[in-house]
T-cell receptor, first 111, second 117 residues
Framework: QKEVEQNSGPLSVPEGAIASLNCTYSDRGSQSFFWYRQYSGKSPELIMFIYSNGDKEDGRFTAQLNKASQYVSLLIRDSQPSDSATYLCAVNGGGGNKLTFGTGTQLKVEL | GAVVSQHPSWVICKSGTSVKIECRSLDFQATTMFWYRQFPKQSLMLMATSNEGSKATYEQGVEKDKFLINHASLTLSTLTVTSAHPEDSSFYIC?????????????FGPGTRLTVT
C-alpha cells in the first residue's frame, strides 16, 4: 500500500521564522510531489510541485526532494500568521495521475 | 491559472433524497477529474476518478451505485449522492488534472458541504 507520512503537528513557529514541513513516502516509483495548503473549512490550494531531486524555490516557499531517502520537505521563510493552515503533502506514482495524500501538518504562526 | 468551480457550495437535504454536485474546469479542459470526501479533522479521501467519455473508476469501499459520477464533457463532471443518509454528510471536493503541465498537478474546486438531516 502506498503511504505518505506527515507529522500531524501542530507545528508552532514565531512570525518571521522559517517553518519546515516534512513528508516521507513509501513508493519508490513516485515521480511527482506536491504541497497543498488547506485553511480550515476550505479546499486545498496548490502551493508547489517538484519532480527533480534538489530544491525548487518560489517566493517564500522552497520545496526539497530527496528521492534516495524518499523524503520531501517544504520550507516557508519569513512565516506570517496568514501561513497558519494545514499543509498536505501529495505524491503521484508513476503510470497514473492519482495523488496519494498525507494526513497533513498543522502549522501555527504566532505573533 | 487553473480554476475549478463547484456548485453548490453547501446543501442541506433530507434523508433519502438525492443531491447533485457539479464540478467545472473554467479555463482549461480536464480529461480527468477526481472526487474526494473529507470528514472533519481528517485528510482527503479519494472516492473516484472521473474520465471524460468513460465510466468512473471507484476506489475500494466506495459504492458506485450510491455515488453516481458523470463526466459528460471536458469541463464538467457531476457527482450525485443517491438516497443520502446522515452518514453521507461531509465536505465533497472535486479536482481537475491540468494535463497541460508536466507533473499531473491537480487543482481543487472550493468544495461542497453536504448536510443530510
Amino acid at each position: 500500500q502506498k503511504e505518505v507520512e506527515q507529522n500531524s503537528g501542530p507545528l508552532s513557529v514565531p512570525e518571521g521564522a522559517i517553518a519546515s514541513l516534512n513528508c516521507t513516502y513509501s513508493d519508490r516509483g513516485s515521480q511527482s510531489f506536491f504541497w497543498y495548503r488547506q485553511y480550515s473549512g476550505k479546499s486545498p490550494e496548490l502551493i508547489m510541485f517538484i519532480y527533480s531531486n534538489g530544491d525548487k524555490e518560489d517566493g517564500r516557499f522552497t520545496a526539497q526532494l530527496n528521492k534516495a531517502s524518499q523524503y520531501v520537505s517544504l520550507l516557508i521563510r519569513d512565516s506570517q500568521p496568514s501561513d497558519s493552515a494545514t499543509y498536505l503533502c501529495a505524491v503521484n506514482g508513476g503510470g497514473g495521475n492519482k495523488l496519494t495524500f498525507g494526513t497533513g501538518t498543522q502549522l501555527k504562526v504566532e505573533l | 491559472g487553473a480554476v475549478v468551480s463547484q456548485h453548490p457550495s453547501w446543501v442541506i437535504c433530507k434523508s433519502g433524497t438525492s443531491v447533485k454536485i457539479e464540478c467545472r474546469s473554467l479555463d482549461f479542459q480536464a480529461t480527468t477529474m477526481f472526487w474526494y470526501r473529507q470528514f472533519p479533522k481528517q485528510s482527503l479521501m479519494l472516492m473516484a476518478t472521473s474520465n471524460e467519455g468513460s465510466k468512473a473508476t471507484y476506489e475500494q469501499g466506495v459504492e458506485k451505485d450510491k455515488f453516481l459520477i458523470n463526466h459528460a464533457s471536458l469541463t464538467l463532471s457531476t457527482l450525485t449522492v443517491t438516497s443520502a443518509h446522515p452518514e453521507d454528510s461531509s465536505f465533497y471536493i472535486c479536482s481537475a488534472d491540468d494535463n497541460r503541465g508536466p507533473s499531473y498537478e491537480q487543482y481543487f474546486g472550493p468544495g461542497t458541504r453536504l448536510t443530510v438531516t
